[in-house]
């Protein structure tokens, strides 16, 4: 009987110690994803870019970025950020332009296409480097709108033909127009899930490694308990007189369980959220 229990308690420890590494190794892959979409980066440039212009890796050299064209939404990597703005800057010394790939930033805008409304997405204006209210004719936006911008008020300047360009907050997450009639990429349901979760646009990419995350974690954690509760009632039909410790036992794989769980969800949330 000594031998079948600790049999037993050995194989449920090698099981218990697989699951956690694998949920362990997903949580910090995710976190990983997380960290890396804090970082700024520092690019040269050909040109003046002030803070707020969406720009392109300039074609002939993969440190420098420019105006993104606006011939080109596909082109769009990010927005000009004053470095004091970042939590982490990273570049080569003598880089003077910092560029923002994903967070809350304020970005130039303009009415060209209408009054902006939050939650509207964003994609580039006639105006190269300007972001303007994005609509079905532009294949990549550079991301969702936090305020609004009706072009009477937060108006910086005006062009000769009547429109306004000014400044706002925008979620910056350049990624696939979701406008497209032809986004297939992502399911709707979980588009919009992934979209509650975020607060903001989520690409594909992002979205379904998230859900990778979750699945991991979920079958692990029904794995745990499934293992836990099938060798706890084993182990009380073998010895009747261990069911105190075993019990006992029983409600710690439970909080290990829940504990997985919830380190879990917290990666999804990371690789959403940040």
């Known amino acids: ?28 892959f995710g976190s990983a994803g997380a960290l890396a979409a804090n970082f700024v980066e520092g690019f040269d440039s050909n040109q003046t870019l002030q803070p707020g212009l969406v720009v392109a890796i300039d074609k002939t050299s993969s440190k420098t970025v420019e105006a993104a064209p606006s011939s080109d939404t596909t082109r769009i990597y990010g927005v000009v950020i004053d470095p004091s703005d970042a ?24 009415s060209e296409n209408g009054a902006i409304k939050s939650g509207d997405y964003l994609s580039l204006s006639a105006t190269d480097g300007i972001a303007a209210k994005a609509d079905t004719r ?58 509650a979760v975020a607060g903001k646009s989520v690409t594909a990419i992002r979205l379904y490694a998230a859900l990778v995350v979750f699945l991991i974690t979920l079958v692990v954690a029904a794995s745990l308990l499934w293992v836990g509760v099938r060798s706890g009632m084993v182990a009380i039909g073998r010895n009747p007189l261990s069911r105190h410790s075993i019990v006992k036992g029983l409600v710690q794989v439970l909080a290990i369980d829940m504990l997985i769980f919830i380190i879990g969800v917290f990666g999804v949330y990371l690789l959403l959220r940040v």
């Open 1 to 28: 009987m000594r031998w079948f229990l600790t049999r037993e308690s050995i194989r449920f420890q090698y099981r218990l110690g697989a699951a956690g590494f694998a949920v362990i190794t997903a949580f910090l």
């Open 87 to 110: 939590p982490i800057t990273v570049g080569d010394q003598g880089q003077k332009t910092f560029v923002a790939t994903s967070g809350q930033y304020s970005v130039l805008v303009s």
């Open 138 to 195: 532009q294949d990549y936006v550079v991301g969702r709108a936090l305020e609004d911008f009706d072009g009477k008020s937060k108006v910086l300047t005006t062009t000769s033909s009547g429109i306004s360009i000014g400044k706002i907050a925008v979620s910056v997450n350049p990624a696939k127009n979701p406008l497209l009639s032809d986004d297939i990429a992502i399911p709707k349901p979980l588009r919009r899930v992934g979209e």
